[in-house]
C-alpha cells in the first residue's frame, strides 16, 4: 500500500534557498519566522501527516462520510484525527495572533499545508475552508462578529463553509435566489445550496456558515448580492452556544473521489428561516467572498501540487520494487525502474512537481509581503504580482495534478487500475481541484480579463522585466545557462502571446477568451520554468562553494535542465495556438456540435 513521506529537503530548498525566508523574516510581524523554527515546524507536520492523517487516506476513500436522521459522520479515525490536528495548534499557523493564530508567514505555510493535502486531502479540506472563513470574517466583520467567532474559528474548535452555489446557479453568481429578510439585529435566510465542503461534520460543536444570499431590495445581478455569517448553532452574547439554527442537511453527493469529504446539500430556512448577521456593507458580498475565495484558490493550487506528489511517490516505490522484463542494456530481469520509458516518466513528472512546488511557494512568498512590505511601493508591486500568480497557480498547479495522477498510475501498468494499489484514488480525488473554486476556465478568464487587459498589461510586463534581468545573470553559469535560454525562449512566446491578446481585445474578444486557458498554461510554464532555472543556478553556486549534499544539488540541476528539454518546448505550441488560432476557433459555431 502506497505510503507519504514529506520532500522536506526538497521543500526546505525552495524555502530557505530559492526564496529566501530570512527575507520574510525582516518583515514586521514575522520576525520570529525563523530558518530553525520552519526546520521544527516542518518536521513535526511531516510526522503528523505521515502518522496521523495519512494512514486514513485510504480509509475515507473506502468508508466516506454518510448521512443518518439528518447527521453526518465522517469516516472512522477522522474525528479523532481532528481533534490531535487542533490540540497540535496547527489550524491557526498563518493566522493573525489577536486571535490566536501563530502569525506565521504563507512561505512557511504552504509546504506544511502540500503535506497535509497529499497525506490526506479528504481530510484537510475542512480546515482549508475553515481558514477561507476566518480572512472573510477578519476582513470584513465587525469588532463584534470577530471577537464572536474568530478565537473559536483560529483554534479549530469551530469550522467554517463556503455557501455560493445554489441548483439553478453554478458559476453563474447572478442567479442566486437564496434570500434575506432583515428582523431587527439580524436577518432571516432562506434558501438552498449545494455542493457544501463540510457543510456539516461531527468535528466541532459548531459549523460557520458564510452564505450569500439577496436582500428585498437588493438590485438585479452579483451586484445585488449580500454576504451573511449563518451559525449551526446561535452563539450567545457571552460566547456559549444557544439555539439550533434553521439549517439542515438535506443529503450527501455522491461522488468521483474525496470520499472522506462530506459534501452537502444544505436547506436554510425550512421552518422560518435561519438567523444570520451581515458580513460587511449590503450588496457587496461577492467582494467580501473573493477574499475567502482568493485563499482557497491559492490553496487547491497547493493541493494540485500535493496530489501529484503523493502520486509520484507511489510511482516510484513501485519502479523500485516491480521486477519485470530485462531493460535495454541489461542482460537480467531487474526493476522496472531501469526502463527507459519508467525513467522518462518519473523523470517528467518530477521535474514538473518541483516547478510547481516552486511556482506555489513563489506565490505564498508574494501574499506575505503585500500585507507585510513597510514600503507602499513595494507592497502593491507584491500584491499586484499576487494578483497575477492566484489563477495561475490555481490553474496550472490543479492541471499539472491531473495529468500527474494519471501518468503516475501508467507506471503500474494494468496494476495502477486496480483500486488496491490506491493509485487510482490520487487520479479520482485529483479531478475536482480543477473544478472547484472555480474551473480552469474561469481562472483563465480572470487571468486574461482582470489581469492582463484591465491595465493593457502593465503587471505582466512587469514580470517580463524581471525574468529578462534574472535570465541575462544566469546566462553566465554554464549550469544553469541552458535552462535560462529555455526559459528566454518560453519568455518570447510569452511576450508575443500577450501582445496579441492586448491587440485583439476590443476588436475580437471571442477569440482572446477562447485562448485564455492555453495563455494559463504559457503562463505557468514560464514562471515556474523561470522558478527552475533559478534554482539551478542557485545549485551551481553551493556546488562550486564546496559542502556536503552535492548529490542532492546536482539533482537539481538534473531536473531544471530535464524541464526546459522535455517541457518548456510546448510554450511554442501554446503560443501558436493563442495567436494563429483565433480563426479556426470562431470557425467552430455552436451549430457544429
Not at 495519512?54 to 474525528?79: I, S, Y
Not at 469588532?143 to 458559476?171: D, I, K
Not at 449563518?230 to 452556544?241: I, M, R, Y
Not at 475536482?432 to 492582463?452: C, F, M, S
Amino acid at each position: 500500500m502506497n505510503t507519504y513521506r514529506a520532500p522536506l529537503q526538497d521543500m526546505a530548498f525552495v524555502v530557505k534557498e530559492l526564496l529566501g525566508l530570512s527575507r520574510i523574516c525582516q518583515l514586521p510581524g514575522f520576525e520570529e519566522a525563523t530558518e530553525d523554527l520552519f526546520d521544527a515546524v516542518q518536521e513535526e507536520s511531516g510526522r503528523f501527516s505521515q502518522e496521523v492523517i495519512g494512514p486514513l487516506n485510504r480509509v475515507g476513500d473506502r468508508e466516506g462520510a454518510t448521512l443518518q436522521d439528518g447527521v453526518v459522520h465522517t469516516a472512522p479515525g477522522f474525528r479523532a484525527a481532528y481533534q490531535q490536528f487542533v490540540a497540535g495548534g496547527w489550524n491557526g499557523l498563518t493566522c493573525d495572533p489577536e486571535f490566536g493564530g501563530q502569525g506565521l508567514p504563507n512561505l512557511m505555510g504552504a509546504p506544511i499545508e502540500e503535506m497535509w493535502h497529499a497525506a490526506n486531502m479528504a481530510f484537510t479540506l475542512c480546515p482549508l475552508l475553515t481558514r477561507g472563513a476566518i480572512e472573510a470574517i477578519h476582513f470584513a466583520g465587525s469588532q463584534a462578529l470577530r471577537a464572536r467567532y474568530l478565537p473559536n474559528m483560529v483554534s479549530g474548535r469551530w469550522t467554517g463553509t463556503m455557501n455560493l452555489t445554489e441548483p439553478q446557479a453554478g458559476s453563474d453568481l447572478a442567479a442566486l435566489r437564496t434570500r434575506a429578510v432583515p428582523e431587527g439585529d439580524h436577518y432571516r435566510i432562506t434558501g438552498q445550496k449545494i455542493f457544501i465542503t463540510y457543510g456539516d461534520q461531527d468535528f466541532t460543536e459548531n459549523i460557520v456558515h458564510l452564505v450569500l444570499a439577496r436582500l428585498p431590495d437588493a438590485p438585479a445581478g452579483v451586484k445585488g448580492i449580500s454576504l451573511f455569517v449563518v451559525p449551526k448553532f446561535l452563539v450567545n452574547d457571552d460566547g456559549s452556544l444557544g439555539a439550533r439554527n434553521d439549517v439542515r442537511t438535506v443529503s450527501l453527493e455522491h461522488k468521483l473521489g474525496i470520499h472522506g469529504s462530506p459534501t452537502c446539500v444544505l436547506a436554510f430556512g425550512d421552518e422560518g428561516g435561519a438567523i444570520g448577521h451581515l458580513l460587511g456593507e449590503p450588496h457587496r458580498g461577492l467582494e467580501i467572498m473573493f477574499i475567502m475565495m482568493n485563499a482557497a484558490r491559492f490553496s487547491v493550487g497547493v493541493q494540485g501540487l500535493a496530489i501529484a506528489e503523493r502520486a509520484y511517490q507511489g510511482a516510484v516505490r513501485y519502479a523500485q520494487e516491480r521486477v519485470q522484463g530485462i531493460p535495454v542494456g541489461m542482460t537480467t530481469r531487474a526493476p522496472i525502474l531501469h526502463h527507459p520509458d519508467v525513467r522518462r516518466i518519473l523523470s517528467t513528472l518530477k521535474s514538473r512537481i518541483e516547478a510547481c512546488r516552486a511556482l506555489a511557494y513563489y506565490a505564498g512568498q508574494m501574499l506575505d509581503f503585500s500585507q507585510a512590505e513597510t514600503d507602499p511601493a513595494l507592497r502593491a508591486a507584491a500584491q499586484a504580482r499576487s494578483d497575477l500568480l492566484t489563477p495561475i497557480v490555481k490553474g496550472f498547479c490543479t492541471e499539472i495534478g491531473v495529468w500527474a495522477s494519471s501518468e503516475a498510475l501508467q507506471v503500474y501498468g494494468g496494476m495502477g487500475y486496480i483500486e488496491e494499489t490506491g493509485a487510482a484514488q490520487y487520479l479520482r480525488d485529483a479531478r475536482i481541484t480543477t473544478i472547484y473554486e472555480g474551473t480552469t476556465g474561469i481562472q483563465a478568464n480572470d487571468l486574461v480579463g482582470r489581469k492582463l487587459l484591465r491595465d493593457q498589461g502593465a503587471m505582466v510586463q512587469a514580470l517580463f522585466q524581471e525574468i529578462r534581468t534574472s535570465l541575462q545573470a544566469l546566462s553566465g553559469q554554464p549550469e544553469a545557462a541552458p535552462v535560462a535560454a529555455a526559459v528566454s525562449h518560453a519568455l518570447a512566446a510569452a511576450e508575443a502571446a500577450s501582445a496579441h491578446l492586448l491587440a485583439r481585445a476590443k476588436d475580437d474578444p471571442e477569440a482572446v477568451f477562447g485562448a485564455a486557458v492555453p495563455y494559463l498554461h504559457l503562463m505557468g510554464w514560464l514562471i515556474s520554468g523561470w522558478l527552475m532555472a533559478r534554482s539551478a543556478g542557485l545549485a551551481a553556486a553551493r556546488l562550486e562553494a564546496g559542502g556536503s549534499d552535492t548529490a542532492f544539488y546536482r539533482g537539481k540541476i538534473a531536473t531544471a535542465r530535464f524541464l526546459a528539454d522535455h517541457g518548456l518546448g510546448v510554450c511554442d505550441s501554446l503560443r501558436d495556438s493563442i495567436v494563429e488560432g483565433g480563426a479556426a476557433l470562431l470557425a467552430m459555431d455552436a451549430s457544429l456540435f
